[in-house]
């Protein structure tokens, strides 16, 4: 009986540690979209994202060191259907790009669709200027059908720019920056 | 359970193929690294088809590894030896390849760490400093202008008339007045090149406010720089809330690049620095692979080429043992082509030369001694019988005692060719014409000669050779009768004879060639024409090739049977033009 209960132990034991190193790993990952809302304005669907971004000592290490970081954001608009396969009638890519310009010491964030470019002197505000997003035209309403029922997905991406693919397979058990949030979704309208 | 065989050909094919491969992918490996985009893009491929192979070679040096030393606990015949092979030559490969790894790794990583500099380092960032030196004096020359601007907007009722005049009077690229709320009042702009305008946040209006004015250094993407201030305007009206100036100055443009280029630089550098650990590890992992890689296929040839090797050993000791047993083992061995298996065959052939000489002359013995008495009591039996008898007995007696003493004559012939084959050799070399020595051999058999049989065909009158003339002549005898046996059937039995010699300078060959419009050999029997015992004759001792092989050899010639194209056999000798003077006896 008493091997059985130590067994036991050991694998609560097991476990909780597995669980740690899982939720290590979640706190640890550099972006998480929080939530997400599309509003209609003048025949467009605009969207308003908040993303949370927390990036940990060996991204800040990377992005200090000279490392550009391409943050992407990728939208799918979706027809939910009953009884169907749900169809997807809209695909929409943000890309932006997150670099620390030594000479100036400030942050820059380039937004690759528009060309826009801001600067920030902190890494902080730098990744709340980029994890809050107003306004982005998501879809037109000539695309949507009122009666019908429509989710908009969301999936954050980061990665850095200038580390070999090779060694990136190479070193596969080092986190290679890279990072892929799971997919958020909110409905279109209410 | 399912085994390996490797020595089949699509395994050894497959094999080949890997290793061909691995081989292409390495070789593909250090030639992309020349092109950085192209090295990054190959790698990861390349380095897949490596691990593969790897993997697969090291299946296999495990199975054959386990199958070696499973041989060797049941003391299987020559595991001992292969075993004792592999692990020499394994171990020759293994160490060099573990010494190279070692200081391959080690030159690496020192080459690797003299990239990164501390004083490179340095350097670098005492020139980021150097540049934004040079640029806090055109920072502070546009503070004083904005200061100056700020205080003549004071009190001014046609702001944008004033921008524009105060603006076309300064170096500014831009001016803008801003309320609390970051919204624009008046604003006057010439040119703003690459870089965007923006409006300040809220965190440096604060700044602003507090320390009385801000400022900051933008980039463009195109690495251009714009210097740009924020004051307050004092007392600009004491009803308003208050205002903000904003001024962009352009950085001069060699400045400009040069700053870039330092700050380019410096990224680069500190890119190459947070690279530097997953580099080493990439090129250790990538040397480790290959020199894995380059170790599992010596220690798999390794255990391939022994057992190569001990494969005809192994077949020598089977041999040895079947003779030993009392077995001639008229069964060939056939382990390949190199020395090795040449010498064992050899080995293995005079063994079973011995056997059958043995045989043969035991055969000799037991048979010679009872034969002159059978005779001789069958010949007393006639003479005194015979007169005694009355007619039809007489018949009787005298067919039988024929018989007797005709198979006994049969018998001693036989035991007289056993007696050949199984003599030492005891030759006595000389001088004489082959020619001649050939058309007195033909002359033995007349009946045949008459009839045409033989057909004559030299290349020189006088062929003169070195050889026991006794023992060629045994030779000739011997085909000769061979021949006439196996064209007995044919209509028009031909025998066609030819001598030449192999060489001009006479130091060769002579080649005597027999070729016969018979029945030709037995496929079957084809390969063992020479082995003793082998005939398909009904009567005959079987010795009759077997004979001339050994007088041959004995001769250090050659002797090879085939079966014309046409109908037949042919049968080549090639005798020494001169004999070794230490092979006389």
């Keep these: ?190 | 359970m399912a085994t390996i065989r490797l020595n089949q050909k699509p395994a050894k094919t497959a094999i080949f193929c890997l290793i061909l491969l691995s081989a292409l992918s390495l070789f593909a490996l250090m030639f992309a690294s020349d092109s950085p985009d192209e090295f990054n893009k190959l790698q990861t491929p390349l380095l897949m088809i490596n691990t593969f192979s790897f993997l697969v070679l090291f299946v296999l040096v495990v199975v054959s590894g386990k199958k070696l030393v499973r041989d060797y606990k049941k003391s299987k015949l020559g595991a001992k030896l292969r075993l004792r092979m592999t692990l020499a030559f394994g171990g020759l490969s293994v160490v060099p390849a573990i010494v190279v790894f070692f200081f391959a790794t080690n030159f690496m990583n020192k080459g690797i760490d003299v990239w990164f500099d501390a004083e490179v380092e340095q350097g670098l960032s005492n020139a980021l400093t150097l540049g934004r030196s040079a640029l806090d004096e055109q920072i502070q020359q546009g503070l004083f202008a904005t200061t100056n601007i700020a205080l003549e907007l004071t009190g001014t009722d046609q702001l944008d008339q004033k921008l524009n005049e105060l603006r076309d009077n300064s170096l500014a690229l831009e001016l803008l007045v801003l309320n609390n709320e970051l919204q624009v009042i008046g604003s006057s702009t010439k040119r703003l090149s690459n870089i965007n305008s923006r409006l300040p946040s809220q965190a440096e209006v604060n700044q602003a406010k507090n320390k009385q004015s801000w400022s900051s250094l933008d980039s463009s993407i195109d690495g251009e720089y714009i210097i740009r201030i924020l004051v307050p305007i004092l007392g600009f009206s004491s009803n308003e809330t208050p205002l903000y100036l904003q001024s962009l100055f352009s950085v001069d443009s060699n400045l400009s690049k040069m700053a870039d280029s330092v700050e380019e630089t410096y990224a680069r550098y500190g890119r190459l620095t947070f690279l530097k650990i997953p580099l080493q590890y990439s090129y250790i992992f990538t040397l480790a692979l290959v020199v894995l890689l380059a170790l599992l296929l010596a220690i798999f040839g390794s255990i391939e080429f022994a057992e190569r090797l001990v494969k005809p050993i192994e077949s020598l000791e089977e041999g040895t043992r079947s003779v030993t047993a009392g077995g001639a083992n008229t069964k060939n061995t056939k382990a390949g082509d190199d020395e090795i298996s040449i010498l064992v065959s050899s080995f293995m052939q005079a063994q079973r030369e011995a056997a059958w000489s043995d045989v043969a002359r035991r055969m000799a013995h037991e048979i010679n001694n009872p034969l002159t008495p059978i005779q001789l009591s069958a010949e007393r039996i006639r003479n005194r019988y015979l007169s005694k008898l009355g007619k039809e007995d007489q018949a009787f007696l005298s067919s039988s005692t024929k018989t007797i003493i005709h198979q006994v004559e049969v018998l001693r012939d036989m035991v007289n060719a056993f007696g050949d084959f199984a003599k030492d050799p005891q030759l006595t070399f000389e001088h004489f014409d082959f020619n001649q020595l050939l058309m007195e051999a033909i002359d033995l058999f007349e009946e045949e000669k008459k009839s045409k049989h033989f057909t004559v065909l030299c290349n020189e009158r006088s062929a003169f050779i070195e050889a026991d003339i006794k023992r060629v002549l045994q030779i000739l005898n011997n085909i000769f009768k061979n021949a006439i046996d196996a064209t007995k059937d044919s209509l028009n039995p031909k025998i066609i004879i030819t001598s030449k010699f192999l060489s001009d300078d006479r130091e060769g060959y002579l080649e005597l060639k027999i070729k016969d419009n018979g029945h030709g050999f037995d496929p079957k029997f084809l390969q063992d024409a020479f082995q003793p015992y082998v005939t398909t004759k009904t009567k005959g001792t079987g010795l009759g090739l077997a004979i001339v092989k050994k007088l041959v050899q004995e001769h250090f010639g050659f002797v090879t049977a085939e079966n014309n194209s046409d109908q037949g056999a042919c049968l080549t000798i090639l005798l020494p033009i001169k004999q070794r003077t230490k092979n006389k006896t």
Aim: hydrophobic fraction near 40%; aromatic fraction near 12%.
């Design chain 1, 1 to 190: 009986m008493k091997k059985k209960s130590h067994k036991a132990k050991q694998l609560v034991r097991a476990m909780l540690l597995l669980l740690l190193v899982i939720t290590t790993n979640l706190v640890a990952q550099p972006a998480t979209p929080i939530k997400g809302e599309s509003f209609l304005l003048n025949g467009v669907y605009y969207s308003n994202i908040d993303i949370e971004f927390v990036f940990n000592d060996e991204y800040l290490e990377a992005l200090n060191s000279g490392l550009v970081f391409d943050i992407d954001l990728d939208f799918l608009v979706v027809n939910v259907r009953k009884r169907r396969l749900n169809r997807e009638i809209g695909k929409l890519s943000q890309k932006y790009t997150l670099k620390y310009n030594a000479f100036t010491q400030r942050y820059t964030i380039f937004n690759v669709n528009t060309g826009r470019e801001a600067s920030r002197s902190s890494v902080g505000s730098a990744l709340q200027y980029l994890g809050s997003i107003r306004n982005l035209p998501t879809i037109d309403d000539s695309l949507i059908n009122i009666d019908q029922n429509y989710q908009v997905y969301l999936q954050v991406s980061t990665r850095a720019q200038g580390v070999p693919n090779w060694v990136k397979t190479l070193t596969f058990w080092r986190d290679n920056l890279d990072f892929v949030t799971e997919w958020i979704q909110w409905p279109l309208y209410d």
